[in-house]
């Protein structure tokens, strides 16, 4: 259980307040409502950058990292498809200066040349580190646009190409910041050894004068009902093929979306799941093999994937993990079984729950969702889903026609 | 009006609190220390063992047995021991580190009885059976394909073994040392080394007297002891050496320099760890502002120093774009030298001593982090008096002692210096 107190400023910010008097920490987390889905098709990888530009100085404070470490504070962010979120822990004895830094961040930034030049230059640095000077770095940069035709989750949020962000310019940074880094587009998470009395006092101070902007309006392209499977095949300096499985599943907010979770769990959460058993351990097909869903505020994806052993033909194991995906639409799982997932995932929530900074990610993830008190109603959720829904989803979900499978296979046995 | 470029006061963190262990022993004597807390209702249990028996012409001994344990005993084969354990909502897991190899058990405390005979089953009466043996050694031959295609992993390796040549702490493992093994060395490591004698026990969450009773009527018993030999290593500083791998598709290259230094147990290692902050050791170090914010030449570079049982070095670590490997070489020995030259200026130093005083006490998020902690010290056969020698040194340390630690310690003429990539 997490408790939380929750208002709202003059200028639309929704402020949540979590006390824990256990820890002498404080964390400050800020989620934006923008991710790379809001990005314009021939500027990607935009939202991300901007978060790199928001380490660059701020209106008032010329460097962002600085004050924070002398007060003893530590930050970082992340940028999703779907949201970007920053996070400050420090010492709360010392929370007014993460209050004042944050908030003259959201007022506005310093917009220098030089950090939006290096930052130009990390971003691409970071897309060759983890995208394309890695094996199967660049797997997603094909899977997306393959599974999603008209919809903006067919770029990652790095971006399509490194030249769209070679090509950014101030004003493109000026004109993101204007449109979505306004207070009624955030959610402000206080947690740790602070008071809402206090946190209340310290938003209005430096929080509220922040204009409110205007809102931003979301109105985005939604996928079309894949009615066709699709297949590529892409080979690459790599040592073993590789398979790829996406399927079209509902969006974050849809009520089966637990069902989708323990149907990922059953299939590939630990050594006793059925991919695993199955399809590493008794066929010996794969040397790795995984199941998971993409979490997506809009229509997502549930993926399998897996790198073959070596001398085993990729037709041979994408045939396997159907004949474990059809097992799943005609036959109930076991009350055992489902029950072994439902314990898994409970514990899992109340394991996380010893983690101050996750305690606050999550309450400014489920209040953009709706309300932060979800969180507290998703042990509930799991527990309501039965095997006849795992059964129904698995017969919506596993069909051919909505499927977009890549072989990433290896140039050497090409 | 609010001043904006005002920043609000603050205070240096004075005081951090530790949750020190109790100690009690299993009726064989083996050592548990809890670190209670009770706000959740769950525990983590920590099997911990020593590395024993090293023997440079079977160096996956230790590491397949840590990685194999769970996969089948006498009355459980390897899905039966997962499935019983994830019915519970626990979690079981192994590690094998350089000096040690521990099996954990998470678990809400509701289901503690159920699980951990288990956990018994597995520590006494592992079989490590050849089809799991065979399944393994496949399975990790591919996964090391997959990893001798990253720069990153090959630089460590490389850096490693020329640091620690065949030793736990260097050797370099290839696909061979995979296939010569054999499931007797397996069973042989795994009774001298998960045994009593050679264990120790760090619990840590809820942990009441009825959960020990429980504990020891499982462990402290029927056990059989084993033989072992701890491994001991020693190493000397080694002259310069320069490690180049070319790799010709590069687009960027991994660098990995240092050299041996001192673990935890010498009491230069507080100045050493204050000295690797300025450096490299948070983002506002020397390396990232320079190499990073100022150069951009990459996405991100980092010190650390690394506390061994028998040795400690310190390296700088990072991947930089292929065109600008040698600019960035160079940078990252000119910041060397101005450490070793220059006095560290009053205000980075008080940026540094508040900043690392604010890890410190972050870093004791939960119960679990207060158990990381005792086990960093108890291991070196340290006290808690450790830490408040570190705060203390932290606070007190001067830009002078800092320059003579770096000359000290930062002798680029005794650098390790591996680069993968291009150059």
């Given at each position: 259980?997490?408790?939380?107190?929750?208002?709202?400023?003059?200028?639309?910010?929704?402020?949540?307040?979590?006390?824990?008097?256990?820890?002498?920490?404080?964390?400050?987390?800020?989620?934006?409502?923008?991710?790379?889905?809001?990005?314009?098709?021939?500027?990607?990888?935009?939202?991300?950058?901007?978060?790199?530009?928001?380490?660059?100085?701020?209106?008032?404070?010329?460097?962002?990292?600085?004050p924070l470490q002398r007060v003893g504070g530590e930050n970082n962010a992340f940028t999703s498809n779907d949201i970007t979120n920053y996070y400050i822990t420090l010492p709360s004895e010392n929370i007014e200066t993460a209050f004042w830094l944050e908030s003259d961040r959201m007022l506005s930034l310093a917009f220098s040349e030089k950090s939006l030049d290096t930052q130009r230059n990390v971003v691409s640095e970071e897309f060759k580190q983890r995208y394309l000077n890695q094996p199967y770095g660049d797997v997603w940069l094909k899977l997306r646009p393959l599974a999603y035709k008209k919809h903006a989750y067919r770029w990652a949020t790095i971006g399509k190409e490194l030249s769209h962000i070679e090509n950014a310019t101030m004003d493109d940074v000026k004109a993101f910041f204007k449109k979505h880094y306004t207070p009624q587009n955030a959610i402000l998470v206080v947690g740790g050894n602070v008071k809402t009395e206090e946190v209340k006092k310290l938003a209005e101070k430096w929080f509220e004068p922040i204009p409110a902007g205007d809102k931003y309006e979301r109105n985005l392209i939604q996928e079309e009902v894949q009615t066709a499977a699709r297949q590529e095949t892409v080979k690459a300096k790599v040592p073993l093929n590789a398979i790829y499985v996406a399927f079209k599943m509902p969006g974050r907010l849809n009520a089966d979306y637990y069902a989708f979770d323990l149907l990922s769990d059953i299939l590939s959460r630990g050594q006793s799941s059925r991919l695993y058993n199955?399809?590493?351990?008794?066929?010996?097909?794969?040397?790795?093999?995984?199941?998971?869903?993409?979490?997506?505020?809009?229509?997502?994806?549930?993926?399998?994937e897996g790198k073959l052993v070596e001398g085993v033909a990729v037709e041979t194991a994408e045939k396997a993990i159907w004949a474990e995906l059809e097992k799943l639409k005609t036959e109930l799982v076991t009350t055992d079984e489902l029950t072994k997932v439902k314990n898994k995932v409970e514990s899992v929530l109340v394991f996380s729950e010893m983690s101050l900074l996750d305690k606050a990610m999550n309450l400014a993830y489920y209040e953009l969702l709706g309300d932060a008190d979800l969180l507290n109603q998703e042990t509930k959720e799991f527990l309501k889903v039965t095997a006849a829904d795992i059964k129904r989803i698995a017969n919506e979900t596993f069909r051919k026609q909505q499927s977009s499978t890549l072989y990433y296979l290896t140039e050497e046995h090409a | 009006m609010l001043n904006r470029q005002l920043a609000p006061d603050f205070k240096q963190v004075s005081t951090i609190n530790f949750i020190q262990p109790s100690h009690k022993t299993l009726a064989n004597n083996v050592p548990v220390y809890t670190i209670y807390s009770g706000e959740q209702d769950l525990v983590r249990i920590e099997f911990i063992f020593d590395n024993v028996n090293w023997n440079a012409q079977k160096p996956l001994q230790a590491i397949a047995v840590s990685a194999l344990i769970n996969n089948g005993t006498t009355k459980l084969s390897a899905k039966e021991i997962a499935e019983k354990i994830d019915f519970y909502g626990a979690f079981f897991q192994t590690e094998y580190v350089q000096d040690h190899s521990s099996v954990t058990l998470y678990t809400l405390n509701k289901h503690l009885a159920a699980v951990l005979p288990i956990v018994k089953d597995v520590l006494t009466d592992s079989q490590f059976p050849q089809e799991e043996i065979d399944i393994y050694i496949q399975n990790q031959k591919q996964k090391l394909q997959v990893n001798l295609k990253k720069n990153d992993i090959l630089s460590r390796k490389e850096f490693a073994h020329a640091l620690f040549g065949d030793t736990a702490y260097g050797v370099d493992i290839q696909a061979n040392h995979y296939d010569e093994l054999k499931r007797e060395d397996l069973t042989a490591y795994f009774k001298a080394a998960y045994a009593p004698n050679n264990c120790t026990i760090i619990v840590s969450g809820k942990f009441e007297d009825t959960s020990f009773e429980l504990l020891n009527s499982q462990f402290g018993q029927?056990?059989?002891?084993?033989?072992?030999?701890?491994?001991?290593?020693?190493?000397?500083?080694?002259?310069?050496?320069?490690?180049?791998?070319?790799?010709?598709?590069?687009?960027?290259?991994?660098?990995?320099?240092?050299?041996?230094?001192?673990?935890?147990?010498?009491?230069?290692?507080?100045?050493?760890?204050?000295?690797?902050?300025?450096?490299?050791?948070?983002?506002?170090?020397?390396?990232?502002?320079?190499?990073?914010?100022?150069?951009?030449?990459?996405?991100?570079?980092?010190?650390?120093?690394?506390?061994?049982?028998?040795?400690?070095?310190?390296?700088?670590?990072?991947?930089?774009?292929?065109?600008?490997?040698?600019d960035a070489l160079t940078e990252i020995y000119?910041?060397?030298?101005?450490?070793?030259?220059?006095?560290?200026?009053?205000?980075?130093?008080?940026?540094?001593?508040?900043?690392?005083?604010?890890?410190?006490?972050?870093?004791?998020?939960?119960?679990?982090?207060?158990?990381?902690?005792?086990?960093?010290?108890?291991?070196?056969?340290?006290?808690?008096?450790?830490?408040?020698?570190?705060?203390?040194?932290?606070?007190?340390?001067?830009?002078?002692?800092?320059?003579?630690?770096?000359?000290?310690y930062l002798n680029t003429e005794d650098f390790t210096e591996v680069v993968v990539g291009k150059k």
């Open positions: 259980m997490v408790d939380f107190n929750r208002f709202t400023l003059a200028n639309g910010l929704k402020v949540l307040v979590h006390e824990d008097p256990t820890t002498p920490m404080a964390v400050l987390n800020i989620l934006y409502d923008v991710g790379a889905r809001d990005e314009d098709p021939e500027k990607t990888g935009f939202a991300h950058l901007f978060e790199h530009l928001m380490f660059g100085g701020s209106v008032n404070i010329p460097s962002y990292d600085e199955s399809l590493l351990k008794e066929q010996k097909l794969f040397s790795d093999i995984n199941a998971y869903i993409s979490s997506s505020l809009d229509a997502g994806l549930f993926i399998v | 029927d056990w059989a002891p084993g033989e072992a030999k701890k491994n001991e290593f020693s190493f000397n500083v080694t002259p310069k050496a320069v490690i180049y791998k070319e790799r010709p598709d590069a687009l960027q290259s991994a660098i990995r320099i240092g050299k041996l230094a001192v673990n935890r147990a010498h009491e230069d290692f507080p100045g050493l760890q204050i000295l690797n902050t300025v450096l490299g050791g948070y983002f506002g170090s020397r390396l990232m502002a320079n190499i990073r914010e100022d150069k951009g030449y990459t996405y991100g570079i980092g010190s650390g120093i690394s506390s061994l049982q028998d040795a400690g070095y310190l390296f700088i670590a990072t991947e930089v774009g292929a065109e600008v490997c040698a000119k910041e060397i030298e101005i450490l070793k030259n220059e006095l560290v200026g009053e205000e980075e130093l008080n940026l540094v001593k508040n900043y690392m005083l604010g890890s410190m006490l972050g870093s004791l998020e939960n119960v679990f982090s207060h158990a990381d902690k005792f086990k960093n010290i108890h291991f070196f056969g340290l006290g808690y008096d450790y830490y408040q020698n570190y705060i203390a040194k932290v606070k007190a340390i001067t830009a002078e002692d800092i320059q003579l630690l770096a000359h000290k």
